[in-house]
């Protein structure tokens, strides 16, 4: 099977752009989450979704949003970029809520 | 707040030498464990979870961990290291309930260097 599919693997965007990240989950896998990865802060949860539905949402500000889409594939699009936004966003897919989460290769976002 | 903890933030060791990286984390609950991997240039592998049942789990590429309720911890380990084993490890906990379903609550990862 085809893991976890990100795109684009890489973004440079300017401040007050927005910018959109898609991920394509594996196969039959139902649930999709989204995390931030920066040096400082780690690897923080953003949000999740099941069912196209918004599950769970991390401590992050309006500006994160996301979706996801009746054939399981999500995006999440930050609007308004901040400098602080530069990290690597990664993607991971569960076959449903609760079981393991399986991490695509991430979309390195470098905001300028 | 849920937290994990990670104490071993930056781990040297010889090839062959025996490896055991800390976890603990703070809820009472119900959670399942996890680690995960990240060697250079690729992304988060998982390496090993826990959901119930035997608190010892054997994972990929000979790595096992050991859930311990009563300490809160769920430490990694592999009796000989191998120089390919040069990666960024993490720790991961999902609290089950209370809305939290979907979200893992990682640790702030360990290096590990493995010298040939």
């Known amino acids: 099977k085809a893991g976890v599919t990100q795109t684009p693997r890489y973004l440079i965007k300017t401040r007050g752009q927005q910018v959109t990240l898609s991920c394509s989950p594996i196969s039959g896998h139902r649930s999709v989450s989204w995390y931030q990865q920066t040096p400082g802060q780690g690897l923080q949860f953003l949000f999740e979704y099941f069912s196209e539905t918004q599950r769970n949402k991390g401590n992050f500000p309006g500006r994160f949003s996301g979706r996801q889409f009746s054939n399981s594939r999500s995006e999440m699009n930050v609007s308004t970029l901040e400098l602080g936004d530069s990290a690597l966003y990664l993607c991971?897919?569960?076959?449903?809520?609760?079981?393991?989460?399986?991490f695509g290769p991430g979309t390195r976002l470098l905001v300028l | 707040a849920q937290s994990v903890s990670q104490h071993n933030h930056h781990v040297i060791l010889s090839e062959a030498a025996s490896l055991e990286l800390g976890c603990n984390y703070s809820y009472g609950g119900t959670v399942n464990l996890f680690w995960y991997v990240q060697y250079p240039g690729q992304h988060l592998q998982l390496l090993l979870k826990?959901?119930?049942?035997?608190?010892l789990v054997k994972g990929i590429k000979g790595f096992e961990a050991e859930f311990i309720k009563s300490k809160f911890s769920f430490n990694l380990r592999k009796p000989s290291v191998q120089w390919s084993d040069t990666a960024e490890y993490f720790c991961?906990?999902?609290?089950?309930?209370?809305?939290?379903?979907?979200?893992?609550?990682f640790g702030q990862g360990t290096t590990l260097q493995v010298k040939p």
């Open positions: 826990y959901f119930s049942g035997d608190p």
């Open positions: 991971a897919s569960s076959l449903r809520r609760g079981t393991a989460q399986y």
């Open positions: 991961a906990v999902n609290v089950q309930g209370s809305g939290n379903t979907g979200k893992l609550i």
